[in-house]
Structure formats: C-alpha cells, structure tokens
C-alpha cells in the first residue's frame, strides 16, 4: 500500500546514546516533515525539507538533525540523546492539500 | 499566545447527537485548514480540508470556516461510539515563512453509547 514508512516502531536508548529514525515515502511527495508528539502538547514540527535537497529547522530543532536523503527519504537523528526527548515521532509528506503520517516511533530515553 | 487553539476537553456526546469542536487561529495570513481524527496509539488521519469561508461537508462531517473571526470548526452529526477520538485543527500559512502546518493540541471527543 502507497503511504509512509517508518522505522522502527519501538526504541529505548540510554541517555547520550545516539540513533536515526528512519522514513520512508512511495507517493512522490515533494515536502516531507519530521513532528513530536508529547502529552497536551499536540504535535511540533522539528524539521522539514519542502524538496529534496533542501532543510529547515521546525519549532524545536535542538537536538537533532536531518538528512533529505532523495526524493523518497528523509532521516531525523539524535546525536546524544537525552530525556527531553522522550515522544513520540511522527514523519509525514505532503504534495498539496493534507499530510500523510506514518505509523509513528516511540522513543523512551533512560 | 498559541497560535492554533483548541478546547482540550474531553467533550463528551451521546450517539446520535451533534458534536462541535472549535479552533481558533492567531495568523491572519492563514490560507488551508485542516482537521484530523487520532485514536489511541494511532497517527493522525485527515478527515477535512477547508480553504475558503463558509461550509465544507463530507458525509457525517461539515468544516466550517470564519476568516474574519479566525475561527475554524467541526460538526459531526450523528455522533457514533466509533468517534471517539482526539481531533486535531491545523492551519497552514505562507506568510510565517514556515511551510508546514501548526497543529493545535487537540480536542478529545467521548462518544457515550
């Protein structure tokens, strides 16, 4: 089914370890966005690339980095994790009109 | 001021009775509109997009949008158990500069059977 892959679905680091989120797109989408999802607090864009080869920084982009690998993928690392970030992650694209989200990652940092 | 407001409730309904969720919006530049249902555990689905003023319906679901007020909203009639959900509003802008969508925190709607 055409949507939006993300790998993996459950992941516990310890604190100052480091990992990448992956995702995935098979609808040819321009935009992609990498979203964190905490309790009352909705969801909040940490990065995006509005085409490939291009990126920029969201509402809270400290702590992590993007890749925009091509077309289809785009990479959201954590360099040395810490607590704070602790969510639930969300990637997503878009070409106009809505997102399309994937399944989410539940990240659990100890 | 958040820039995309919502009622977090739980705003509770019985079947079959109209539920209503408000959104409000702080940028006037604000063009697309958009709600979507999230279960438990679950990503975001898009169930509405609205881009101009007035109303927007789609089956059981109608969007409503004020620009002048900054005011977007949902109806959904005959409520079912199966909506029990959190809705979430967001809006897109150009003028902020940011090509992405703002989310509010959601609404969580209870469905009683």
């Known amino acids: 089914n055409a949507g939006v892959t993300q790998t993996p679905k459950f992941q516990v680091l310890k604190t100052g370890q480091s990992m990448t989120l992956q995702c995935a797109q098979d609808?040819?989408?321009?935009?992609m966005y990498w979203y964190r999802q905490d309790p009352g607090m909705g969801l909040r864009l940490i990065y995006y690339s509005a085409s490939e080869g291009t990126t920029d920084k969201g509402e809270v982009p400290n702590g992590y980095n993007v890749s925009r690998l091509n077309k289809r993928e785009f990479s959201l690392r954590l360099e040395s994790a810490a607590p704070s970030q602790t969510s639930v992650y969300f990637c997503a694209s878009r070409e106009t009109g809505g997102y399309t989200f994937g399944s989410g990652t539940r990240l659990t940092v100890v | 001021q958040k820039e995309v407001e919502q009622n977090s409730g739980p705003l509770s309904v019985p079947e079959g009775a109209i539920a209503s969720l408000n959104c409000t919006y702080s940028d006037r530049g604000s063009q697309s509109f958009f709600w979507y249902r999230q279960y438990s555990g679950k990503s975001p689905e898009l169930i509405m997009s609205i881009y101009s003023n007035g109303d927007k319906e789609d089956g059981r679901f109608t969007a409503q949008l004020n620009k002048a007020s900054q005011y977007v909203s949902l109806l959904i009639r005959d409520s079912q158990p199966s909506d029990s959900a959190t809705y979430l509003c967001?809006?897109?802008?150009?003028?902020?500069?940011?090509?992405?969508?703002?989310f509010g925190s959601g609404t969580r709607l209870q469905v009683q059977p």
């Open positions: 609808m040819n989408h321009n935009s």
């Open positions: 967001a809006v897109y802008s150009w003028d902020t500069g940011r090509r992405a969508l703002t």
